[in-house]
C-alpha cells in the first residue's frame, strides 16, 4: 500500500522582501506610511538635484505668492516665501538637510551608546558603574534644556547640532544595550565561548553583539522621529542649522511672523514635519507587532477583516 503524504510547506518566517511585503500590505495605514515616507526619501535624495537652485534663487515678482496656482509655473503649487522662492523647491532641500541631520544624530547616538553598554554589561569592573553614572547625568536633563544650553554656549551649527542631539539620545541605546547584555552573557555558548579561551573583545564582538544590533535598530527607527522633532525644535529657536542652509524647523521659524497674511509659508514645512514623524512612529509600531510573535496575529485579522 502506498501512503501519499500531502506536501506541507514550511512557514514563511517574516524576513524576506516578499513576506515582509504581504504583512505590510495588510495594514493599511502602515502601508501608507511607508509609501510617504518613500517618497519623501526619494525626494531628499533626489529633489535637490531636480529642482537645481531655485529654492535659494530670489523672485521679487512672487514674494508671497498664494498657494494652488500654477502662472508662475509648478514649482510654485505650494506658495512663495516673502523673497519669492518657491516653498515646494525649499521643502525638498530643507527634507535633505532635516534627514541627514537626524541619520547622523541617530547613527552617532546608537554607535557610541550601543558599545558603551556592550561594555558596561558585560564588564563588571570599575568603569563599567563609570559608564552607567555619566548616563545617569545625561538623563537627569530634559534633552531640549540641555541643547539649549551646548548649543548657546558652543554656537549653532551643523556639527554642534549634530553632537548635541547624538549625546542626548545615547543613553537610551546605551540602557537597552546593556539590559540585552546582561541576560546574553549567561547563555551557554557565551559561556561555551569563554571556557574555550576566547577573549571579552571577541565574545562581545562575535557572539554578542549581533544579537543585540537588531534591537537596536528597532529603537533607532522610532528614535529618527524624536530627533527629527528636537531639530526642528532647535531650528525653530534659532540655534539649529544657520543660514543660507535651512531645514523644515527654520521655515517654521521664518513664517511664524506672517501666519496672518501668509500662512503657507509656516503650514506646509508644518506638516512635513507632522506626517513624517507620524508614519515613522506607525511604521515603527508596525515593525515592532511584526517582529513579536504574540501579537503577530494581529495583522493576520486584519487581513480577514479586509476580505
Do not use: C
Amino acid at each position: 500500500m502506498t501512503i501519499i503524504t500531502p506536501d506541507i510547506k514550511p512557514a514563511a518566517v517574516p524576513g524576506s522582501g516578499r513576506v515582509l511585503f504581504a504583512y505590510l500590505k495588510r495594514d493599511r495605514l502602515a502601508l501608507a506610511a511607508a509609501i510617504f515616507l518613500a517618497i519623501v526619501v526619494i525626494a531628499a535624495v533626489l529633489g535637490p538635484w531636480l529642482v537645481g537652485d531655485a529654492a535659494s534663487r530670489l523672485g521679487l515678482r512672487q514674494r508671497n505668492l498664494a498657494p494652488f496656482s500654477l502662472a508662475s509655473g509648478w514649482i510654485y503649487v505650494l506658495g512663495a516665501d516673502t523673497l519669492g522662492r518657491p516653498i515646494l523647491a525649499r521643502l525638498i532641500v530643507g527634507a535633505q538637510n532635516t534627514f541627514g541631520i537626524a541619520a547622523a544624530a541617530v547613527f552617532a547616538s546608537m554607535l557610541v551608546g550601543g558599545t558603551l553598554g556592550l561594555i558596561a554589561g558585560y564588564s563588571e569592573r570599575w568603569y563599567s558603574h563609570l559608564i552607567l553614572r555619566l548616563a545617569d547625568v545625561v538623563m537627569s536633563f530634559p534633552s531640549l534644556l540641555l541643547a539649549l544650553i551646548v548649543l548657546y554656549t558652543l554656537g549653532p551649527s551643523i556639527t554642534n547640532l549634530v553632537i548635541v542631539l547624538a549625546v542626548t539620545r545615547m543613553p537610551i541605546y546605551l540602557r537597552t544595550a546593556r539590559a540585552e547584555v546582561l541576560e546574553l552573557r549567561e547563555r551557554m555558548f557565551v559561556s561555551a565561548a569563554r571556557a574555550m579561551g576566547a577573549k571579552p573583545a571577541r565574545i562581545i564582538i562575535r557572539h554578542i553583539a549581533p544579537l543585540v544590533l537588531p534591537t537596536l535598530v528597532t529603537i533607532s527607527a522610532i528614535d529618527f522621529a524624536t530627533v527629527i522633532l528636537s531639530e526642528s525644535a532647535l531650528s525653530f529657536l534659532g540655534l539649529g542649522i544657520q543660514p543660507p542652509d535651512f531645514t523644515w524647523g527654520a521655515m517654521v521659524a521664518n513664517g511664524r511672523g506672517y501666519l496672518a497674511t501668509a500662512w503657507w509659508i509656516a503650514f506646509w514645512p508644518g506638516l512635513a514635519i507632522m506626517l513624517t514623524t507620524l508614519s515613522l512612529n506607525i511604521l515603527s509600531n508596525w515593525a515592532r507587532t511584526l517582529a513579536d510573535p504574540q501579537q503577530r496575529w494581529r495583522l493576520q485579522t486584519l487581513r480577514k477583516a479586509a476580505r
